[in-house]
């Protein structure tokens, strides 16, 4: 079955430090990747996406992610964090069968971010 | 702003009640997903409606129901609620199987 998983439930980094999050998935298939961000209280936010082609994708906010396969990652980057991404992030991988798209997301990364 | 508005924000309800949370979707969009996130965890999929036709199903028992309306817009019943239904419930619309957007969540307290 399709999983994905995010070793770090937390994590704290300093304001202007550079952020890596990982992401690791188990899927068949050439897998449909994201990362979304979800602020205290809000619903979910698309950071960026994977379908095919460079496997260095640029996204909102700063943010980068690089797919690898033989490490079966899809970790996400940012080179100077900033207090406002402070959030929890997710990765997921998208599942897409007949009419159905359905995303199989991991448990989180919560972020804080120390001035 | 995605476009995507749920109701109610939040809301209690005791052992046994039902509920219903609505969902209006993205101007344009004709397929809509949900998912149960409870505290601490990532979203799950509950279903998915297209074209007021459930397509799709993640492991959740039948007493997660919905509707899709014609103009796109969609509910999600829960009937004998449990305690473990507890979450923020989060609606996706997309067109056909394109990119979801979401709304910002239906916070449902068990009692």
Known sequence: AQSVTQPDI??????????????????GA??????????????????????????????????????????SSFN???????????????????EYGGATNKLIFGTGTLLAVQP | ETGVTQSPTHLIKTRGQQV??????????????WYQQALGQGPQFIFQYYR??????GNFPPRFSGLQFPNYS??????????????????????????????EGSRLTVL
Do not use: M
């Not at chain 1, 990362?35 to 095919?52: A, D, E, H, M, R």
């Not at chain 2, 219903?20 to 344009?28: I, N």
């Not at chain 2, 999600?76 to 979401?102: I, K, M, P």
């Open chain 1, 10 to 27: 937390h994590i704290t980094v300093s304001e202007g430090a550079s952020l890596e999050l990982r992401c690791n998935y188990s899927y």
């Open chain 1, 30 to 71: 050439t897998p449909y990747l994201f990362w979304y961000v979800q602020s205290p209280g809000q619903g979910l936010q698309l950071l960026l996406k994977y379908f095919s082609g460079d496997t260095l994708v640029q996204g909102i906010k700063g943010f980068e992610a690089e797919f690898k396969r033989s490490q």
């Open chain 1, 76 to 94: 996400l980057r940012k080179p100077s964090v900033h207090w406002s991404d402070a959030a929890e992030y997710f990765c997921a991988v998208g």
């Open chain 2, 20 to 33: 219903t949370l609505r969902c209006s979707s993205q101007s344009g969009h004709n397929t809509v997903s």
């Open chain 2, 52 to 57: 007021e036709e459930e397509n799709g199903r």
């Open chain 2, 74 to 103: 969609s509910e999600l019943n829960v009937n004998a609620l449990e305690l473990d239904d507890s979450a923020l419930y989060l609606c996706a619309s997309s067109w056909d199987t394109g990119e979801l957007f979401f709304g």
